[in-house]
């Protein structure tokens, strides 16, 4: 594919570049590549032996902020941000509690957002189900894309849209024990471990992910096929920006 009239973001060759942040082993990294970016990721864990494109380490809104202020922001046509759920912000560093995030700031998703806003980049913000503090423009599902996992997750859109497809209903259950009483059904549990919870290779299978066999990246992974079919819509958006200024 190419894109000749591409004037915003770097990419390698023809590709916009899609900056990737708090992107773990690239679940949803690997759906924006195969969507038409090229993907770079930054994380506070050292994920480069398996984060399958160009990986930085470091605290992610460090790095925006950093990225905005030189200006170094405009090698960039759009940002993914998948902030950790409250359990999971213990990692963080907070290298700028100066500007509120960090620390102790068990909340990432508003100093995201505001820093997004700030880069003026269209952008995906993505949280599990139940999170209240993510706007659902897109919420998608695993059987939408006939995986083995349901794995609701909410998308919020800033600076773009696009329709929200139709939820299909489930096929059955998802297998293990609830209360003393265990379900089979077509769908495997990608979280925890214990009570008929997927193993490594049943998670690989049920959500198209190969590369990386770490049980924690999986349990943290967005479906490849989620973000192939946002990156699709958002890169539609990219090119139609860049073809009209
Ligand atoms: C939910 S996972 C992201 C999953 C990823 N989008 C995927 O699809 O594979 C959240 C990640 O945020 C990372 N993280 C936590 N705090 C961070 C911070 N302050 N800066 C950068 N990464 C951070 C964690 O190490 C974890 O890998």
Not at 92 to 119: C, F, I, K, Y
Not at 152 to 169: C, D, I, S, V
Request: contains cysteine.
């Amino acid at each position: 594919m190419t894109h000749p009239t591409l004037i915003r973001g770097e990419g390698h060759g023809d590709r916009p570049l899609l900056l990737d942040l708090f992107c773990c082993a690239g679940g949803a990294a690997t759906g924006y590549h195969q969507a038409g970016f090229t993907v770079e990721g930054v994380d506070i864990v050292d994920r480069s032996a398996r984060y399958p494109f160009t990986f930085r380490q470091g605290d992610a809104l460090t790095f925006l902020a950093a990225l905005i202020a030189s200006g170094e922001i405009r090698r960039y046509a759009a940002v993914h941000a998948s902030p950790p759920c409250q359990a999971g912000c213990a990692l963080t560093v907070g290298t700028n509690r100066s500007q509120g995030w960090g620390g102790t700031h068990l909340d990432l998703v508003a100093p995201t957002r505001e820093l997004l806003d700030a880069s003026g980049l269209p952008y995906v913000i993505e949280q599990p189900d139940g999170k209240a503090d993510v706007r659902k423009d897109i919420s998608l599902c695993g059987e939408m894309f006939d995986l083995g996992v349901l794995r609701h997750r909410n998308f919020e859109l800033g600076g773009w849209t696009t329709p929200q497809p139709a939820h299909k209903p489930h096929r059955g259950r998802v297998r293990g024990w609830r209360h003393g009483r265990y379900f089979d059904g077509p769908y495997v549990a990608a979280y925890g471990t214990g009570g008929g919870k997927a193993t490594v290779a049943e998670m690989q299978t049920a959500m198209g992910i190969g590369w990386t066999d770490v049980r924690e990246e999986l349990t943290e992974a967005i479906p490849p096929a989620y973000t192939e079919w946002i990156g699709q819509a958002l890169l539609a958006h990219v090119l139609s920006g860049a073809v009209a200024a």
